[in-house]
């Protein structure tokens, strides 16, 4: 007598890999739920090449770099603990303020400043305090850029301010930016380099779109507004970088 003989080979599931970070954990762990690692760097190396997902835990996770994925890390999700709001944050802490004079301010703000120290290679666009976003200080102090005051004029020297922009002091700073509307529905930002508070004047430190005021000047009356300059800090709250 002959059998048939089935054989039946069961598969068993492979299980992803699993990882998992909290600000509070350390890169010397295992990486469970229970010994989380303690940066995204360490879990990305860890799950590399493996698939499955990297969850964060509650927290705020400091970046001092840029966390960088590449092609050898898809595959990969990462994603919130249950119930958790993790935070990526790039931002540094701004420690030692203290009362300061600062020349050239306007009156409103006199004996109202409190100063800190920066590094020279800081350059931002935000800054909180207690969480909140805080107001760059700008001239005008609004948005409505419809109601900005135009630019005189503009040609090789740069843009001719008209006489009420708060231009004293500004000689010499290479942090002032001028937002401007060149033609309706864009904006550009640029940074001021050179200003000329005697003459009104000041140059670019890049060539941008401005010029189509050179080009088209009756296309538009291209409004403007100075940000992050030392003369129009006049509202609580406000901060510039000098």
């Not at 958790?84 to 301010?105: M, Y």
């Not at 301010?161 to 060149?182: C, Q």
Request: proline fraction near 7%.
């Amino acid at each position: 007598m002959r059998y048939l003989l089935l054989a039946c080979l069961l598969a068993g599931s492979v299980r992803a890999a699993e990882f998992y970070v909290s600000p509070t954990g350390s890169d010397a762990n295992a990486g469970t739920k229970s010994k989380p690692f303690q940066t995204l760097e360490k879990a990305r190396d860890s799950i590399r090449g493996k698939g499955g997902k990297v969850i964060l835990l509650y927290g705020v996770y400091v970046l001092t770099n840029t966390f960088v994925l590449k092609p050898e890390d898809s595959g990969v999700r990462y994603e919130a603990a249950p119930g958790a709001k993790p935070v990526l944050s790039g931002a540094r802490e701004i420690t030692g303020w203290q009362p300061g004079g600062v020349s050239n301010l306007p009156a409103a703000a006199e004996g109202k400043i409190f100063v800190a120290t920066v590094p020279t290679n800081w350059f931002f666009k935000t800054f909180y305090v207690d969480g909140k976003s805080q107001q760059v200080a700008r001239w005008p102090d609004h948005d409505d850029w419809h109601k900005w005051t135009p630019y005189r004029s503009y040609d090789h020297s740069g843009v001719w301010f008209p006489t009420n922009a708060p231009l004293a002091g500004l000689d010499g700073r290479n942090d002032v930016e001028l937002v401007v509307f060149p033609a309706e529905f864009w904006n550009t930002i640029i940074n001021l380099r050179g200003i000329n508070s005697k003459k009104g004047v000041t140059g670019f430190a890049s060539l941008n779109t401005v010029q189509l005021a050179k080009f088209r000047p009756g296309w538009m009356p291209h409004q403007f507004s100075l940000r992050n300059a030392i003369s129009a800090l006049d509202q609580p709250g406000e901060w510039c970088v000098d």
